[in-house]
């Protein structure tokens, strides 16, 4: 079973991603911020990361980076309301591999992570 990460501020955007992902068949680890998402990356090794790019402490892209020096191809996926092109471009060039704009649709959410995964 694929396991993914979630690393969302807002506690029902959180739940609402970790229900999609769990009844898409994913295992799933949640993290408050970006700090607790990296202690639990390191923990639980998940082969997915979904992140929110705002949240207070660590952003989504401190972490995005220093996921990355420990593992360089884990596949990352940005949820965020950050919309302009130059958002996109900076996300990507922080190691994004897929950026998402708030709201998607729960399929967007799926078909990401199974491109990423290498499922379906």
């Given at each position: 079973m694929v396991k993914v990460m979630?690393?969302?501020d807002t506690?029902?955007?959180?739940?609402?991603?970790?229900i999609y992902l769990r009844e898409g068949g994913?295992?799933?680890?949640?993290?408050?911020?970006?700090?607790?998402?990296?202690?639990?990356?390191?923990?639980?090794?998940?082969?997915?990361?979904?992140?929110?790019l705002v949240m207070p402490g660590m952003s989504g892209l401190?972490?995005?980076?220093?996921?990355?020096?420990?593992?360089q191809n884990v596949p990352v996926i940005a949820c965020t309301s950050k919309s302009t092109d130059l958002d996109r471009m900076?996300?990507?060039?922080?190691g994004v591999n897929v950026y998402l704009t708030k709201p998607f649709s729960r399929e967007?959410?799926?078909?990401?992570?199974?491109?990423?995964?290498?499922?379906?």
């Open positions: 979630v690393v969302e506690p029902s955007e959180r739940e609402l991603i970790c994913y295992e799933v680890v949640s993290a408050v911020d970006g700090q607790e998402g990296l202690k639990k990356f390191e923990q639980a090794k998940p082969q997915v990361v979904i992140t929110d401190e972490m995005c980076r220093a996921i990355k020096k420990l593992v900076w996300g990507m060039k922080q967007e959410l799926l078909q990401a992570v199974r491109s990423l995964a290498g499922v379906g």
